[in-house]
T-cell receptor
Framework: DGGITQSPKYLFRKEGQNVTLSCEQNLNHDAMYWYRQDPGQGLRLIYYSQIVNDFQKGDIAEGYSVSREKKESFPLTVTSAQKNPTAFYLC???????????????FGEGSRLTVL | DQQVKQNSPSLSVQEGRISILNCDYTNSMFDYFLWYKKYPAEGPTFLISISSIKDKNEDGRFTVFLNKSAKHLSLHIVPSQPGDSAVYFCAASGDYKLSFGAGTTVTVRA
């Protein structure tokens, strides 16, 4: 089955540690995205990548880093510089839709990060 | 500055009645609008969408209306069912990314 796989589903981290969240897709989509969900704030865009070896900052990129070395993979690193990293993280991918800048996003199941 | 707003954080509706969810946006360059449904601890799933050149799109029990002059869209669910209880996000497409509202939690009462 085609889809997006995020791992781990749950992750605990001590303050001051970096942690990397994995996102893999087998949908052959060019574009991939990372969102963060906090209660009452909806989904906020962290980083996105429209093509391999290229990515752009979203609305809340500070304290995060990404890489896009392969089409199917878009890992997110939450660094110690991120002041409030406890959240639910969602990875998504999309394929171009005729006539619009971006069509439907397909989401993974999410990863919940808790900083102790 | 949030460009997509869902001003009602929650909605309670009786089973069989209509659910109406509202969404406002500020960016006139948005060209495509989507609604997503989300259960706790899961990723959002796509529900229905509408292009900026249309004013209505219908798919089974779900209908989305777009009023471009008012920068407003709404989602109608008729009839509401218990399985519709979830968080619903409005999203708008522009500049190769989606902007999301804060979500509306829908509770369908038996």
């Amino acid at each position: 089955d085609g889809g997006i796989t995020q791992s781990p589903k749950y992750l605990f981290r001590k303050e001051g540690q970096n942690v990397t969240l994995s996102c893999e897709q087998n949908l052959n989509h060019d574009a991939m995205y990372w969102y963060r969900q906090d209660p009452g704030q909806g989904l906020r865009l962290i980083y996105y990548s429209q093509i391999v070896n290229d990515f752009q900052k979203g609305d809340i990129a500070e304290g995060y880093s990404v890489s896009r070395e392969k089409k199917e993979s878009f890992p997110l690193t939450v660094t110690s510089a991120q002041k409030n990293p406890t959240a639910f993280y969602l990875c998504a991918s999309s394929t171009p839709r005729a006539g619009v800048s971006i069509g439907e996003l397909f989401f993974g199941e999410g990863s919940r990060l808790t900083v102790l | 500055d949030q460009q997509v707003k869902q001003n009602s954080p929650s909605l309670s509706v009786q089973e069989g009645r209509i659910s109406i969810l509202n969404c406002d946006y500020t960016n006139s360059m948005f060209d495509y609008f989507l609604w997503y449904k989300k259960y706790p601890a899961e990723g959002p799933t796509f529900l229905i969408s509408i292009s900026s050149i249309k004013d209505k799109n219908e798919d089974g029990r779900f209908t989305v209306f777009l009023n471009k002059s008012a920068k407003h869209l709404s989602l109608h669910i008729v009839p509401s069912q218990p399985g519709d209880s979830a968080v619903y996000f409005c999203a708008a497409s522009g500049d190769y990314k989606l902007s999301f509202g804060a979500g509306t939690t829908v509770t369908v009462r038996a």
